[in-house]
Nanobody
Framework: AQLVESGGGSVQAGGSLRLSCVASGFTFDEYVIGWFRQAPGKEREGIACIRFNTGSTYYTDTVKGRFTVSSGSAKNTVYLQMTRVKPEDTAVYYC?????????????????????WGKGTLVTVSA
């Protein structure tokens, strides 16, 4: 079982990008899926999460109003729609899934334990 992120790339400031997090070997029904990012030289930070079976979401202030996390029609896909991106959004973006996590507890903890982590997808925002 694994998670794979995709959809990263280069985009100009003010533009949009949609990232996907796809699970293989399991479905998201009973999971909370978090989106995280790590910018060059910085610690990993949590930015958004969704409880798949209820659709409830949480966003940090840095992305609230610009990013939207949603579940796909397939039970193994979650999206992160990024709009009005800024150069400071440049980072490797990761998704993680955990069955018993109460988001956003421990969102920024470097040792946050998740059942599954993806390997990340790079987003580069140019000014």
């Amino acid at each position: 079982a694994q998670l794979v992120e995709s959809g990263g790339g280069s985009v100009q400031a003010g533009g949009s990008l949609r990232l996907s997090c796809v699970a293989s070997g399991f479905t998201f029904d009973e999971y909370v899926i978090g989106w995280f990012r790590q910018a060059p030289g910085k610690e990993r930070e949590g930015i958004a999460c969704i409880r798949f079976n209820t659709g409830s979401t949480y966003y940090t202030d840095t992305v609230k109003g610009r990013f939207t996390v949603s579940s796909g029609s397939a039970k193994n896909t979650v999206y992160l729609q990024m709009t009005r991106v800024k150069p400071e959004d440049t980072a490797v973006y990761y998704c993680g899934a955990e069955g018993s996590w109460i988001c956003p507890d421990g969102f920024d903890a470097p040792n946050l334990s998740m059942d599954y982590w993806g390997k990340g997808t790079l987003v580069t925002v140019s000014a």
